[in-house]
């Protein structure tokens, strides 16, 4: 068995997203990933997935090229290459990631997010090789299906008129009510049985109605709200005790572990974050001052599955929860976060997923939600296989573009339907 990596293949891609509305602005009618593939000497393939912005692929390119010839086992060495691939400091704004809403970037959360990709892959090979599904090499799984919540968005009925875009049949929900009935297409479709609202989008008070609204059509339904920061600590504190006897947990209802800790000081309603703990060296200031009792991790930017395995290891140990974060992907990474958060033991909360928004995706077959989870495969290595003529057509439609999506840009979306925009500044309300 020879596993040397003697290929590795980069396809950027660009895959249809709905007009799904956050504090930022608005999502862009197509979003750019990353689909990487590691070849060894045997012919087997890894696949992965990661962000597809110009900052992510100008650094998985040169990251690329040191991967000839290393073993595809050597998860280690993923880590050392990519301390010596150089980032380039424009690409880091030292500000909030505007397409991820995940916190302040840095040259290290870039480096992260393209290793977790090869990471995956080389876990896909590997378990491939050895006729393993991923989770084995994981260390083995503790539960047969992993349960995710809907992912609820403000949403308009399309993107601008004259924005080539795909049509979807979610409609319009800028209401509570609007709110329910996507709720209920989602339990309908998929049967979650929790619901996570994506707010900062409106004034409080209309949230608030949208997240009793829910209460009042499921009742006993875990609810979740994430305004990603755009609230003061006292708007933050305002929200909590008017749902506090509906919320499951707050998400990120202020910028910055400061504010976090302040509010969690203040209320008993739990403050989940991916926006203020997204590296380990943030998680001693976080835990030492109470600010979050539920991290959510997301193998993209923490590094892999292995990370997000210390990551949950580390959450128990100073008794704070786990769950998983999502941005738009596609479905290698969503097999990807299922093989890992099957092996987690205290995983007490449903994990996010955008992957019922996507209605492209580059698998032969599309993974499913039965009850609101999705089965964990038992198939070698991630249980996936490419589509290579989906693949090919979402390339081909980045190489068409002219540029202006190769970067999602939730701000300039959002200004073609309104030119006079401006990132709001935090906190929003």
């Known amino acids: 068995m020879n596993l040397a990596i003697t290929d590795v293949r980069l396809t950027p891609i660009l895959v249809a997203d709905p007009p799904l509305l956050n504090t930022q602005g608005v999502h862009q009618p197509y979003t750019p990933r990353l689909i990487v593939e590691v070849v060894t000497a045997d012919g087997v393939t890894g696949v992965g997935e990661t962000y597809g912005d110009t900052k992510y692929l100008e650094l998985a390119r040169p990251f690329a090229e040191k991967l000839t010839g290393r073993q595809v086992g050597d998860l280690n060495g993923l880590f050392v290459v990519a301390d010596e691939v150089a980032v380039d400091s424009s690409r880091v704004s030292g500000q909030v990631d505007v397409g991820g809403l995940r ?25 491939k090789a050895l006729g393993l599904p991923v989770h084995a090499l994981l260390g083995g799984k503790v539960r047969d299906a992993v349960e995710y919540s809907a992912y609820l968005f403000y949403k308009w009925a399309g993107h601008p008129a004259g924005v080539t875009a795909e049509k979807d049949d979610w409609g319009a929900a800028v209401d509570p009510a609007g709110i329910v009935g996507q709720a209920r297409k989602f339990k309908e479709r998929y049967g979650f049985t929790s619901f996570k609202l ?32 755009a609230w003061s600590v006292e708007t933050s504190l305002k929200v909590a005790k008017e749902l506090g006897d509906v919320l499951e947990y707050l998400e990120d209802p202020a ?4 504010a976090m800790a302040e509010v969690a000081a203040r209320t008993d ?13 943030e998680i001693k200031e976080a835990f030492t001052k109470d600010a ?74 599309r993974l499913t939600f039965d009850d609101g989870t999705v089965r964990v495969s038992d198939a070698p290595g991630l249980g996936v296989e490419l589509d290579r003529d989906k693949l090919a057509f979402l390339h081909q439609r980045w190489l068409d573009d002219d540029g202006s999506l190769h970067d999602r840009d939730d701000a300039a979306a959002m200004r073609v339907a309104d030119p006079q925009w401006v990132t709001p500044s935090v906190p929003r309300w």
């Open 292 to 365: 979050v009792q539920v991290v959510l991790s997301d193998h993209h930017y923490w590094g892999g599955l292995r990370n997000t395995q210390q990551l949950a290891a580390i959450c128990r140990t100073f008794g704070v929860g786990v769950s998983m974060h999502s941005n738009t992907h596609l479905g290698i990474s969503l097999a990807a976060m299922t093989h890992v958060a099957s092996t987690v033991p205290d995983l007490h909360h449903a994990c996010d997923s955008h992957y019922p928004w996507q209605s492209e995706d580059v698998l032969t077959e």
């Open 103 to 127: 916190g302040v970037q840095t040259a290290d959360k870039l480096r992260l997010s393209v290793v977790s990709a090869f990471e995956v892959a080389c876990l896909d090979a590997l378990g």
């Open 255 to 258: 910028l910055g572990t400061s």
């Open 198 to 229: 994506k707010g900062g989008v409106f004034p409080p008070e209309e949230e608030i109605a949208a997240v009793r609204a829910l209460a009042e059509a499921f009742p006993g339904h875990p609810l979740r709200l994430d305004p990603n920061g």
């Open 269 to 281: 309603v739990p403050l989940a974050t991916n926006m203020c703990v997204t590296t380990f060296a």
